[in-house]
């Protein structure tokens, strides 16, 4: 069993549209939405929800009323401004315990806390693993850890080939957890300023943690220059480009419709590229080329 996550650097990208559609495409796998923060994959694929489970991490402050003194000692020394008329507010704490270890009281207490749910879902695509980070929670990291584990017993146990996991943007802590110990990467860019530069830094992370990488460059037609330096910049490094999406307003009309774009057009000029990035990713999965960030 290998996992392919898809990555993109920032967000906007179209880098869900695209795992949409490899959902579509690929036989026998389980998927993931890694991107916790802003899970999406969920509004392509319509899961019917199978198990949903608590995720529980860190830990908050709680102030006994009973035995608060209101001696304003808590309030004075939190240095994330967390409690307020002897009450902690549940986003400002940050855990650190120290109120309840200076209490004269021992009116507070650690406890821990709700951070989110994870579910695993049907789809008519297959098994989905995905989650949901309560507000203001952080640990983002640990959870797409928890998704992408509970992802890979589920593919073993059903004797899937691949797990496609939907990652997060950005290249922060989040992403190292998605990305490490993975088979292949593919980063969803776009030719824009920016796009190229967050391509560069995602790339960056895989080659730091050795995970091979191949670049999709995504509404190529809206900068040719800059989709020419993405092309320049991958031939120097030998990383492969597997294939130029073009621009299509059909892409966010089925995100709108809740389907995914293979299941929206069959207009090849629009699901030839798709599937060709499709075909490269599996050609790698399958050992089949070789070459790396
Ligand atoms: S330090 Fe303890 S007793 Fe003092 S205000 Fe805070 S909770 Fe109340
Ligand atoms: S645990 Fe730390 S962050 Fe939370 S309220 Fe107490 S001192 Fe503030």
New binding site residues.
């Given amino acids: 069993m290998k996992e392919v996550v898809v990555l993109s650097g920032k967000g906007g990208t179209g880098k869900t549209s695209i795992v949409g559609a490899f959902a579509a495409l690929a036989r026998n796998k389980v998927l993931a939405d890694c991107d916790v923060d802003a899970a999406d994959l969920h509004l392509l694929l319509s899961p019917s929800m199978r198990e949903e489970h608590e995720f529980w991490s860190g830990q908050v402050a709680e ?2 009323p009973d ?9 004075e ?1 939190c240095r994330f401004d967390a ?1 307020h008329a ?1 009450q902690v507010g549940r986003i400002g704490c940050e855990g650190c315990g120290l ?1 309840a270890r ?7 207490r650690m406890k821990d806390n709700l951070s989110g749910h994870w579910f695993i879902s049907d789809t008519r695509f297959g098994t989905l693993v995905h989650a949901r980070l309560g507000i203001a929670q952080e640990n983002s990291g640990k959870l797409v850890h928890l998704v992408r584990q509970k992802a890979k017993e589920l593919a073993l146990h059903e004797g899937a080939d691949i797990t496609i996991n939907d990652g997060p943007p950005g290249i922060g802590c989040a992403v190292i957890s998605s990305l490490s110990g993975a088979a292949l990467a593919c980063i969803v860019t776009e030719p824009s300023l920016s796009g190229i530069h967050d391509m560069e830094r995602v790339l960056s992370v895989c080659r730091h943690f050795v995970i091979p990488a191949l670049v999709c460059i995504n509404k190529h037609d809206m900068n040719e220059e800059g989709t020419q330096q993405i092309e320049n910049y991958c031939d120097s490094r030998h990383i492969q480009v597997i294939s130029r999406i073009p621009f299509d307003p059909r892409v966010t009309e089925a995100q709108v419709q809740g389907v995914s774009l293979l299941e929206y057009t069959d207009d090849s000029y629009i699901t030839a590229p798709i599937e060709q990035a499709w075909e490269a990713v599996r050609v790698r999965l399958d050992g089949k080329a070789s070459g790396g960030p």
């Fill in positions: 102030i006994d035995r608060c003194t209101r001696c304003g000692l808590c309030e020394t409690i002897y109120c200076l209490c004269p009281t021992g009116a507070i």
